[in-house]
């Protein structure tokens, strides 16, 4: 968790806009998502996630939500793609 407040901060240092939520996606197991504020939408194909100012959705197959608490979430299964919303 530290690792994505350095990752913030570095890149705030730098002039550029801190990320809304933070994810990290390990290939073929699922993601870990930081700072969600609720859970918009959820398949076994997508989820969407809502943040302070913004959303992202994950596409993918077989996802299910693993952890879930603190504004920490879990997105298991086999995820293609991660991208923003407006």
Request: with cysteine; aromatic share 6%.
């Amino acid at each position: 968790m530290r690792l994505f407040s350095a990752i913030a901060d570095a890149l705030a240092a730098e002039g550029l806009d801190a990320l809304r939520i933070h994810y990290t996606v390990v290939d073929g197991r699922g993601g870990y998502f930081q700072n969600v504020r609720r859970l918009v939408e959820f398949s076994p194909t997508r989820v969407v996630l809502a943040g302070k100012r913004g959303k992202v959705a994950v596409e993918g197959n077989e996802l299910r939500l693993g952890k879930c608490g603190d504004g920490d979430v879990s997105v298991l299964g086999d995820i293609e793609g991660v991208r923003r919303e407006t």
